[in-house]
């Protein structure tokens, strides 16, 4: 699956994109925010506190709740402010 | 009916020009342009950069604006959003609607540039003394949105 980040997600993961291979219980959004979290400092203090990050999957917005599949494009990022 | 995201200024009168030459079924146009402010939180912004996420921005543009056109009768309209580094003074965002009256093209106009702020996936980064901060989104802003939902 792809990943991207954006703003100040990006900004402390330290990349904008990345294509995984989550393990098989990563099977939702929040799941796979478990495993990200094991995976440095940068995704620990990224998805510290998950409120205040937004998730898309395939373009559209999802709760967290959400499942994921390979080859989906999943997106997290702080709520917008453009406009 | 038009999107467009461009790191470019847009021209405001030409694009209003454009929007309704040749239709004279248009008796109104609804205008709302967002200008980058050089105070924000009370303190003093020296500059902005803009960064979005350019498939969902489409996709979310398309739809908002889908919603527009089912909700009210439009003649045309138009949403044109800048990205990258923008100084104070400078344009951000432009939304327009056209219809037969005033009241569905200023309605239209105030509902597209509310869902705009809080579904269209654009960040603003601002550049204070304190140095750069990411903008928080704002509550009121959501209740503006929510508005529509009523």
Known sequence: MKLMYFAWVRQR????????DAPAEAATVEDLVAWLKTRGPGYAEAFRDTRAIRFAVNQEYVEPTHPV????????FP???GG | MAVRVQEADFDIGRELADLTAGNHAIGGLGVFVGLVRDIAGGEA???????????????????????????????????IHRVGDLMPGDNIVLVACASAHRQAALDATAFLIDWLKTKAPFWKREETPEGARWVDARESDDAAA???SK
């Open chain 2, 146 to 148: 929510a508005r529509w």
């Open chain 2, 45 to 79: 912004v020296s500059a902005m950069s803009l960064e979005h996420y350019p498939s969902m921005t489409e996709r979310q543009l398309a739809e908002i604006e889908a919603e527009a056109l089912a909700r009210w009768p439009l003649e045309a309209s138009l949403i």
């Open chain 1, 69 to 76: 599949a390979a080859g989906d494009e999943i997106a997290f």
């Open chain 1, 13 to 20: 993961i330290g990349t904008a994109s990345e294509t995984v």
């Open chain 1, 79 to 81: 709520p917008v402010t």
